[in-house]
């Protein structure tokens, strides 16, 4: 594996648990509390691509598992991915790798139109099903009400799409960390 590979993995791993030093809010909703750590799924899957994306969460998952407390409230351990925020933090390498595959398939036409429609895809659309198909199967409703009690984390969500957005597009402009555009830059000037 090449090190700027592994360099970015473990920063976008870091920053995701940075985002969990905020406190969760807990809702009487759901009992799943919301995070702001999806912003940095979002950011890892928009700048880094889909492997260094999808990467860097899969260390994220796998330092939770041995118990690191990377998690939004000081937690970790094997036990919260078989709570009921299993299936929302088990989604979060799949949701890198979606979101980073989409950016690169279209990066040469990337517009923060599309960065926006490649977050809700990943980080909504992607982390929504898996996570709320697991807390049903958890705690035994039916995959209605729990869709049902997600809805309270959908505006929080939207607000972090557009974040991830913007900052994707301003990082896109300034500095890329997609390798796809530098290797299609240099073939351009050959």
Do not use: C, H
């Amino acid at each position: 594996m090449e090190l700027r590979t592994m360099i970015y993995a473990s920063l976008f791993a870091a920053i995701v648990g940075a985002l969990g030093l905020l406190p969760p809010l807990v809702t009487p909703f759901t009992p799943v509390p919301i995070t702001a750590q999806t912003l940095g799924v979002m950011l890892a899957g928009s700048l880094l691509g889909a492997k260094r994306g999808g990467l860097s969460l899969l260390v994220f998952v796998l330092l939770v598992m041995v118990g690191a407390p990377l998690l939004s409230g000081g937690r970790g351990g094997l036990g919260v991915l078989f709570g009921v925020s299993g299936g929302y933090i088990l989604s979060w390498p799949i949701a890198a790798f979606v979101i980073g595959y989409l950016v690169e398939r279209f990066w040469n036409r990337m517009n923060i139109g599309l960065f926006i429609l490649a977050n809700v895809i990943g980080g909504v659309i992607v982390v929504y099903a898996m996570g709320v198909t697991y807390l049903s199967f958890i705690t035994e409703t039916t995959w209605g009400q729990a869709a049902w009690s997600a809805l309270i984390y959908l505006p929080g969500d939207l607000v972090k799409v557009v974040v991830a957005s913007v900052l994707a597009t301003q990082m896109m402009r300034v500095y890329p960390l997609i390798e796809k555009n530098r290797s299609s830059q240099v073939s351009r000037a050959a």
